[in-house]
């Protein structure tokens, strides 16, 4: 399953951030990361991974609990949504 994480970290926490994200410590956790965008604007960032359970989600965040708050949402291609939301309004 897709997931997007929106992960907000204070201002004086930035260089612990860039640190541990050039570190590679989410390797061996069990999720694919799909993309990864830094919000230059703000103290943000986007990642889109794959998970297979609530087991490795949880340990794709836990990581960085320290440091701020992640925001996880569950997330489908729009093609497909649309295809089943199509099969939905037919019942």
């Known amino acids: ?7 907000n ?3 004086e926490d930035r260089n612990l ?21 830094f919000d230059i604007s703000g103290h943000r960032v986007f990642r889109l ?5 609530e087991i490795h989600l949880a340990a794709s965040i836990y990581g960085w609990t320290d ?10 291609d729009t093609d497909k949504a649309l295809k089943l939301l199509k099969r939905t309004l037919k019942k």
């Open 17 to 37: 951030v860039i640190e541990r994200g050039m570190g590679g410590t989410d390797k061996d956790i069990g999720v694919k990361v799909k993309g990864e965008w």
């Open 9 to 11: 970290y204070s201002p």
């Open 49 to 53: 991974f794959e998970a297979d359970d």
């Open 1 to 7: 399953m897709l997931f997007m994480a929106i992960f």
């Open 67 to 76: 440091l701020g708050v992640a925001e996880i949402i569950p997330v489908m």
